[in-house]
């Protein structure tokens, strides 16, 4: 049987749950025990996908092509099990699942009610993850804040989990806030005391305590919280503000929280490996040789979770590098109002990601005719390659009304299109081309060289398509259609010749990158920005 801890948060959000959870995952698949993670979202959407980055901020793609939290792209990044849309479980799925099952009279006549249906359901899909991954360790990292009122049906789940299932196969953990006041000078553990108190009331004791801290805890403070939450003293962990969150696996390890943990579930494995993530990751992370600046021209610039797969790829791309990759934040629209030179003068690379909406297109596609113009590598993710696309068209190949059918429904020049079937679509939830698809990739080319592959598979969210009808007019000018998706003639990649490095995609690689093994089209975009500094 799996054994399952479930992590819930207290005192306030964005205390790193996801971070923490994937952590804690890294140090037990160290131990060489199969892990797996999975996350509750207490809010009604079905998924993610049609919530707005201001809302939700990054949404994650998974290979079977689910639409999902961010954290789960934390999880990918941890550790090497590979999510599925079983990963991640929302208040709107579990609903549509029991609501389906009543109108087809699945109940035999019951009331139906949140004890037992939804929570039976909840626990049902946990269950499931460890039946189909075959994971001895199911971690699920439970969303929201303890009080909150949305996850109470979740929080009732796991704590029936842990009755059903026995002490001995179920492991609750908390992370806490632990403040430092500085008027007083003092540490403060109060609100872990009324959050764990919260938690007592809905019937969950945890287990293990993880602080989040500015200050080191002194023995005496970890004491006092162990005594006022119930909890094993060693089993309150400090976790105090690290440079990089890819030294929290190592900040968990040396307080042997993995030990803890084998031992509550009373497994033995002499096995430990976490020697290469220290060298390999932490240590090029937190002491990079060379540096770099890469602007990264978006529109949801102000929200940090809105690109958080990307800035972690950008990061593992200068671990490998030995370089510290300095981030620009450009709003596409100061582009637009400012000039180009102004806000992109002096970096070595240019990045233009994924978006919706026509708001700031115009500024992408500036900035992609002056990396073009002026030899910067350059690197277009989705949108920023049918930006790309509609820059050449437009100021190399003469097509001046070029543009997307998204911005301009009768554009003079439709260089991106949407494709017949998606013509159909009504739902907007899930109809997009999403998920892995093949790629094939053409010998000689600059993408041929940065995967050394002729045939790769990458994730895709995407409603529109490079149309067809200009490939030869570009290809002419010099645009080489590198990679592309055979089986409906789909142009995945596009290249320049004679530039440095000029790559830009349909897809998104940025899903795909580890902090041990930096995506190729990442890494050889930072090697590029080195040589170009
Ligand atoms: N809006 C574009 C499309 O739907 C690009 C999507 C994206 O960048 N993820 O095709």
């Known amino acids: 049987m799996a054994k399952y801890i479930f992590v819930t948060g207290g005192v306030i959000s964005s205390l790193g ?15 060489g025990l199969k892990v797996t993670l999975m996350k509750f979202d207490p809010y009604i959407n079905v998924d993610p996908g049609t919530m707005s980055p201001y809302q939700h901020g990054e949404v994650y793609v998974t290979e079977d092509g689910a639409e999902t939290d961010l954290d789960l792209g934390h999880y990918e990044r941890f550790i090497s099990a590979s999510m599925t849309r079983f990963n991640n479980v929302t208040t709107g799925q579990i609903y549509n699942a029991v609501i389906s099952r009543e ?15 939804i929570t039976g359901e909840i626990k049902d899909r946990v269950k499931k993850v460890a039946d189909v991954t075959g994971a001895e360790i199911v971690i699920v990292e439970v969303g ?15 704590r029936q989990f842990g009755l059903e299932n026995g002490k001995d196969n ?20 109060k609100p872990t005391q009324h959050s764990v108190g919260t938690l007592r009331e809905i019937g969950i004791q945890p287990d293990i305590l993880i602080c989040r801290t500015e200050k080191t805890l002194s023995m005496e403070l970890k004491e006092k919280i162990s005594l006022f939450c119930n909890v094993r003293k060693e089993a309150v962990i400090e976790a105090k503000d690290v440079a990089s969150i890819y030294e929290i696996p190592l900040v968990f390890k040396n307080q042997v929280l993995d030990e803890i943990i084998l031992s509550h579930f009373h497994l033995i494995s002499k096995f430990s490996e976490l020697k290469d993530w220290e060298k390999n990751v932490v240590e090029k992370a937190v002491n990079p040789k060379h540096r770099v600046e890469i602007a990264l021209v978006g529109k949801y610039i102000a929200l940090q979770d809105a690109y958080k797969s990307i800035y972690e790829s950008l990061i593992h791309a200068g671990i490998f590098n030995d370089a510290k990759v300095v981030i620009r934040k450009v709003d596409s629209e100061e582009i637009e109002k400012h000039g180009v030179k102004k806000v992109l003068g002096g970096v070595s690379g240019i990045l233009v990601p994924g978006g919706f909406g026509y708001r700031g297109i115009e500024g992408k596609v500036r900035a992609i005719q002056y990396a073009r113009e002026n030899s910067i590598p350059f690197l277009g993710l989705c949108l920023g390659m049918q930006c790309a696309v509609i820059e050449f068209a437009r100021n190399v190949c003469g097509l001046k009304g070029a543009n997307s059918t ?20 009504k739902d907007m939830g899930g109809t997009m081309r999403l998920g892995a698809y093949p790629c094939k990739i053409k010998k000689g080319t600059l993408a041929y060289r940065v995967y050394g592959l002729a ?22 000018k010099g645009m080489v259609f590198s990679g592309i998706c055979q089986k409906k003639n789909l142009v995945e990649i596009v290249e320049l010749k004679g530039h440095p490095y000029f790559i830009a995609v349909q897809f ?14 990442f890494r050889e975009f930072i090697k590029s920005a080195l040589q170009a500094k």
Do not use: M, W
């Not at 749950?17 to 131990?31: D, Q, V």
């Not at 929201?144 to 796991?158: Q, R």
């Not at 045939?455 to 002419?476: A, D, G, S, T």
């Not at 998104?508 to 089209?521: G, I, R, T, V, W």
């Open 455 to 476: 045939l790769v598979f990458e994730r895709h969210r995407h409603r529109y398509e490079f149309n067809n009808k200009y490939r030869k007019q570009l290809e002419k």
């Open 103 to 117: 109108r087809r009279g699945d109940y035999l006549g019951k009331t139906i009610q949140v004890i037992p249906h």
């Open 170 to 189: 179920v492991l609750y953990i908390h992370l806490t806030l632990v403040p430092y006041i500085k008027c007083a000078e003092e540490i403060k553990t």
């Open 17 to 31: 749950k996801g971070i923490t959870s994937a952590s804690i995952a890294r140090i037990l698949e160290a131990r």
């Open 508 to 521: 998104h690689p940025e899903f795909k990158s580890k902090p041990d093994k930096a995506h190729p089209l």
């Open 406 to 425: 998204e911005f301009k429904r009768k554009a003079k020049y439709p260089l991106i299109s949407l494709l017949e079937e998606q013509h159909k679509v």
């Open 144 to 158: 929201g804040t303890v009080g909150d009122i949305e996850s109470l049906p979740f929080l009732e789940a796991a």
